[in-house]
C-alpha cells in the first residue's frame, strides 16, 4: 500500500510542476535565454569601441515580447553620438535579437536607449531611474 502512495504522490508532484511550468513559461520565461543573448551579443558589440560601456533591459516581455528595451549606458555625451551616429547600429542590435531566437514579429517593435552618464548628471541630478523614466 505504501509504493501506491508513493505513486500518488509522485503523479500529483508532476502534474503539479507541470503546470507551475506551463503557467511561467505562458508569461515569457522562454525568453529568458533570447534576452540574455541579446545583452551579451550588443555588449560585445557595443564594447569593441567604447570597453566601459554597460548593457542591460528592462521591459514587461512577459506581457509581450514589444514591451522590451535594451539599454546601453555610457560615460560621456560624445560616446552616446558616436553610438546614435552609427547608421546601422539599430539594424545591428535587432540581428543580434533575431539570432538570439527573440520572437522575429516583435524584434521591430522593442526599444533601445542610449543615455550617458553625463546627461543624467546634467538632467536628471545623477538619477538613472528618472532618466529612463
Known sequence: MSWIAIGIVALIAYFT??????HYQ????DLVRPIWRIRRGVRKLV????PNA??????????????FCVLIDVDTDSEKR????????????????????????????FSVSI???????????????????
Open 17 to 22: 510542476l507541470s503546470i507551475i511550468v506551463n
Open 26 to 29: 505562458s508569461m515569457g520565461w
Open 47 to 50: 564594447q569593441r569601441s567604447l
Open 54 to 67: 554597460k548593457v542591460s533591459s528592462m521591459g514587461m516581455s512577459s506581457i509581450d515580447p514589444r514591451y
Open 82 to 109: 558616436q553610438l546614435l551616429d552609427d547608421k546601422d547600429f539599430d539594424g545591428k542590435i535587432r540581428k543580434i535579437a533575431l539570432d538570439a531566437g527573440y520572437p522575429e514579429l516583435s524584434i521591430p517593435l
Open 115 to 133: 543615455e550617458s552618464q553625463q546627461t543624467v548628471d546634467r538632467d536628471w541630478g545623477g538619477n538613472w531611474f528618472y532618466a529612463r523614466k
